[in-house]
């Protein structure tokens, strides 16, 4: 071959491949140069100083907090000058205590006292460091082992926060195409997990089984349209124990078989009904008697039945596992600090030990339920075991004078030596819940107890409402 | 004295030859002014100093380019790694525990997550997450665990192993069990018992947060801070009640997990800026002033600069004065992210702001955790009384999680006073002293050792860049049989070729126990090959100060 056909036959080319390629080719190299010197002109055009001067003196940018506020009731909250027990001196009153979550009693007990003095004189009050770390103390270990054979489950995870418990072992595993069924009444903690995984979310009507089998039913149909893509959805259905926000508890049984129906995977949210409800203490599962298998994520607080602070969830090993390195709380926070670990563990010691004390926390939630049913002004429709009680007014006003009878009816309490509050929400709330008051119920309450906190309710309610 | 001259005309050259390559030096920290280093472990070159711009932030950092040959064999090893585990994978079954009773549910985890941490991570997996059972002081005592079968399983010996501890954050040494921090956490405990099971809203709030909140915004030396339990919520929880959709919030790359997720939790557009680099920030700046929102052009409603002290992972502290200069320029708002800062740093302990001598007003949200520097748990937020009373009525930490344990509060309120002074001693002096020489000793010798370190000479976090994958195993490993505790850091939570172990020091270590690290340090730098730095190294044994004198 000489070299004058080596040039020709490119050229040649052009009259052998079709028309369209050429077209085709040609279009793409344009379409390249246009979009590479677009990108090459808008991000590094020069900006001229006139330019940003200019725009920077027309910029007014708003301040830093909006609008300042000085008389917030939030700015002055109740100081407790003792230990939060049976009784509590609020702004120096001394009080009944039916205002914080101290169902088992927990937070005066000598022994778990005894324990976490021990803790400090041997690892110091701080753990210096995540879990990953050197933050991961034997008493860990051991707390998280404790956790998972009282619950009969595989596998347990420590946080060391209640709130970012929740929140982060959502977003481990809900992620950005995943389908979230979740009731309208959960907890901020469980609205802020979902808001971190940016899951697509899907609520159903408060406790209500037939709202969520209508919404599945209704999801199966959009499915059928694209089968291959709906196996690769993952579903999850989270809902609370006992609601936090309402006092009631979950229709566990109804809901777990749509689960096993719909194939989704079922988070519980036990902060309330752990250590609370089920015989032994064991939760919303154990109350039913629904195998832990059918369940496949319990998280819960050590915050307020086991007087300790932090969270766990537990779960099987090939749920659990993967928090360690993908809950964000877990992995890139301090671990909990070993003193209130080895209270939790005193804590499920004593659970282990008395089951006696969840029957006697049964009986009071129940005689203070037919207690609140006798105040005809009020109204008590929480679940009438549940250790939370939220009380509404009987005639609906609207929210803010609601609040302020309320808050009213709170303070009267706390004078007459009873301390009941009305629950603080944000705004942020994807369901602001109607004002209340909350009674939280431990187990140390005795008869006269019940019937003094009853009758102080009536009469500060009756009082404060007749003035209306 | 004639050899001397040359000596140091010919060092000098050399230097010159290998910043034009632009090899030695982050360009960006040249280009900043910051030539700096000159005490840092190496000869000083009195002419370096002369050419030098005048240096506005005082800052001494370094980060020194991989060396092409070394950047080859990261990725090559990575690769080998990868393609190792995929032959495991397809010869082996894992030994994991499968999901029961799930069948025609979509898969859990996604398949590459699962590859990565079964095939890849599980072979340096004993190098975290080991379990302690003593205080994380000077020394830490680990449990012994070994694993028979690759990594999947660990099995306790029942033996431990006491050593030097340089994982945990420990800086001034108040992880005690002793001592007046401990005694007056155990009388708080007594009397206030671990928690009182409500948020400080409801019935939480004891006069005991009230004192630490007062205390800390005295330390600070602003008007009012607020106090939480958890640092990592501090920012994740309160990052969402100050900024909002339409605000633009430029964040460092190498901010912590905790800031990331509070933007994410906030709505607000986020734009990532390079690590510690200025101009890429002011660049940032006039971008958004000019071009405002995407889409519509409407001006931001708020720019907000987010930053941290110090770097956990980069040892680098932040240009605090040029980007509060570039806050005024472009009327943007500051938060200061002290994590690490507080305490560590400063002559007197108060963090970046005591460090750059700059009046802490001048931050707009100054926020910090209790977990290092104090020995304790928890965070907090500090900044004018307007911030902190907005945080009080809109912060989710405040109205939902349980109030801080009194116990956790004491432990915060005994060692902040030490720290200031307020309890009447020297103590609080001594241990910032301490810290400060610990820190200069031990980056200048391992300047001098030959290896690459990053971040500030006065930083206490130590990044060692050893790079490869499996070298950050060998490295943990090796040091534990010298009974030194380090941590092990690589890919993901690094860039893949920048694989690192990092060393906290801390006020409690003695110049003894240093001297025996570095000791194994330089004879593991052999072993292993981790000489990669290509600056001059100092002939002249260094210095380790004594309690006298004060740099």
């Given amino acids: 071959m000489s070299t004058k056909f080596l040039f020709i036959e490119p050229i040649n080319i052009l009259s052998i491949i079709p028309q369209y390629h050429i077209l085709l080719a040609a279009f793409l190299i344009m379409w390249l140069t246009w979009f590479i010197s677009k990108r090459y002109y808008s991000r590094d055009r020069m900006l001229t100083e006139d330019e940003v001067e200019k725009k920077l003196a027309e910029w007014n940018p708003e301040p830093l907090i909006n609008n300042p506020q000085m008389n917030h009731i939030s700015l002055n909250p109740r100081r407790i000058m003792s230990r939060a027990g049976k009784k509590i001196v609020v702004d120096g009153k ?51 082992e404790r956790l998972a054979n009282y619950t009969d489950t595989e596998e347990a995870v420590v946080y060391s926060y209640g709130f970012s418990t929740i929140s982060s072992a959502i977003a481990a595993y809900c992620k950005r195409r995943d389908l979230v069924f979740v009731d309208e009444q959960v907890n901020f903690a469980i609205q802020k997990g979902l808001d971190a995984s940016k899951t697509n979310i899907i609520y159903f009507k408060h406790n209500d089984a037939n709202d969520l089998q209508n919404l599945l039913v209704k999801q199966a149909k959009i499915d059928e349209q694209n089968p291959k893509k709906a196996t690769k959805i993952k579903r999850f259905l989270i809902i609370e124990g006992i609601y936090m926000n309402t006092g009631n508890i979950c229709p566990l049984p109804e809901l777990v078989a749509l689960c096993r129906q719909y194939k989704l995977r079922i988070f519980i949210d036990e902060s309330i009904s752990f250590g609370t409800v089920g015989k032994h203490g064991k939760g919303i599962t154990e109350h039913f008697g629904i195998p832990k298998q059918e369940i496949d994520m319990i998280m819960g607080s050590l915050d307020w039945a086991m007087g300790s602070i932090g969270g766990f969830c537990v779960g099987t090993s090939f749920i659990i596992e993967h928090q360690r390195l993908s809950g964000l709380g877990y992995c890139f926070s301090a671990s909990l600090p070993p003193l209130l670990t080895t209270a939790a563990i005193t804590s499920l010691d004593i659970m282990k030990n008395n089951p006696q004390i969840f029957k006697s926390l049964r009986d009071n939630c129940v005689a203070i339920n037919e207690g609140l049913q006798n105040i005809h002004c009020l109204e008590c429709s929480s679940f009438p075991e549940s250790p939370v009680k939220h009380v509404y007014l009987k005639n609906k006003k609207d929210r803010a004078a609601e609040e302020q009878l309320l808050s009213k009816i709170s303070n009267r309490c706390i004078e007459n030596n009873l301390a009941i509050i009305t629950p603080v929400y944000l705004e942020a709330e994807k369901n602001l819940p109607r004002p209340s008051l909350r009674l939280c119920i431990s187990t140390l309450l005795n008869k006269s107890d019940i019937d003094f906190a009853v009758n102080v309710l009536k009469k500060c309610a009756e009082e404060v409402l007749s003035v209306e | 004295m004639a050899t001397q001259a040359i000596t140091r005309r010919k060092l000098n050259e050399h230097e010159q030859k290998i910043s034009k390559n632009g090899l030695t030096f982050h360009e960006d920290i040249l280009a900043n002014g910051h030539a700096g280093l000159q005490t840092n472990g190496r000869v000083q070159f009195s002419e370096e100093k002369t050419r030098a711009e005048p240096v506005k932030s005082r800052s001494k950092e370094s980060f020194e380019r991989i060396p092409f040959i070394t950047a080859v064999l990261t990725h090559l090893g990575f690769y080998i790694l990868m393609f190792l585990g995929f032959i495991n994978q397809l010869l082996f079954t894992p030994k994991v ?232 320029k472009y009327k943007a708002y500051l938060y200061l992210d002290e994590a690490h800062s507080t305490g560590a740093l400063g002559e007197h302990g108060r963090g970046v702001c005591d460090y750059y001598k700059i009046n802490p007003r001048e931050v707009d949200i100054l926020m910090g955790t209790f977990t290092k520097s104090f020995g304790s748990a928890g965070g907090y937020i500090a900044g004018t009384k307007t911030l902190i009373n907005h945080l009080r009525i809109h912060s989710h930490a405040h109205t939902y ?115 025996y690290v570095l000791l194994h340090i330089e004879r593991l730098a052999d072993s292993l090959g981790l000489r990669y730095s290509r600056k001059i190294r100092d002939p002249m044994p260094i210095e380790y100060y004594s309690d006298g004198e004060t740099e």
Wanted: proline residues 4%; aromatic residues 8%.
């Fill in chain 2, 97 to 328: 525990a499968q999901e029961h009773n799930r069948e025609g549910y979509a898969p859990l985890y996604e398949n590459f997550d699962t590859f990565y941490l079964r095939y890849v991570y599980r072979r340096v997996r004993d190098c975290w997450n080991r379990p302690i059972c003593s205080v994380p002081g000077a020394t830490v005592t680990l449990k012994d665990r070994i694993t028979k079968d690759y990594g999947w399983t660990f099995q306790f010996t029942g033996t431990t192993s006491e050593c030097i501890n340089l994982g945990s954050y420990n800086y001034l040494g108040f992880a005690e069990a002793n001592g007046k921090c401990a005694d007056q956490s155990i009388e708080t405990l007594k009397k206030f018992g671990c928690a009182n099971c409500s948020s400080r809203l409801e019935l939480g709030n004891m006069p005991i947060h009230e004192e630490l909140e007062q205390l800390t915004a005295r330390f600070l030396g602003v008007e009012d801070a607020i106090v939480f339990g958890m640092g990592f919520a501090t920012n994740a929880l309160n990052l969402p009640s100050l900024v909002s959709k339409g605000c633009l919030v430029l964040s460092d790359e190498k901010n912590h997990a905790s800031l990331i997720l509070g933007l994410r939790l906030s709505g607000a557009t986020v734009r990532v800026f390079k690590h510690n680099n200025v101009k890429h920030l002011e660049k940032c700046l006039k971008t958004a002033i000019v071009f405002g929102q995407p889409g519509t052009g409407e001006p931001w409603k708020k720019i907000v600069i987010i930053v941290e002290g110090v770097y956990s992972m980069e040892g680098s502290i932040v240009h605090l004065p040029e980007i509060l200069q570039l806050k005024k």
């Fill in chain 1, 94 to 144: 001394d009080c009944l205590n039916l205002g914080t979550h101290n169902y088992l009693g927990l937070t005066e007990n000598n022994e778990i006292e005894k324990n976490a003095i021990a803790a400090i004189r041997k690892y110091g009050v701080g753990s210096c460091g995540p879990r990953g770390f050197y933050g991961t103390v034997d008493v860990h270990l051991e707390l998280e």
């Fill in chain 2, 401 to 515: 999680a349980a109030a801080m344990s009194p116990p956790i509060a004491q432990q915060i309120i005994t060692s902040m006073k030490i720290i200031s002074g307020e309890d009447g001693t020297d103590d609080g002096n001594r241990r910032t002293k301490q810290l400060a020489r610990n820190t200069r000793y031990f980056r200048r010798r391992l300047n001098q050792i030959g290896v690459i370190i990053y971040g500030n000479e006065d930083s206490p976090v130590v990044p060692m860049l050893v790079y490869l994958f499996s070298k950050i195993g060998a490295v943990v490993r090796t040091l534990t049989t010298y009974n030194i505790a380090a941590v092990g850091v690589g890919f993901p939570a690094t860039p893949l070729m920048e694989g690192r172990i990092r060393f906290c020091l801390s006020a409690a270590h003695t110049k003894q126990q240093l001297d």
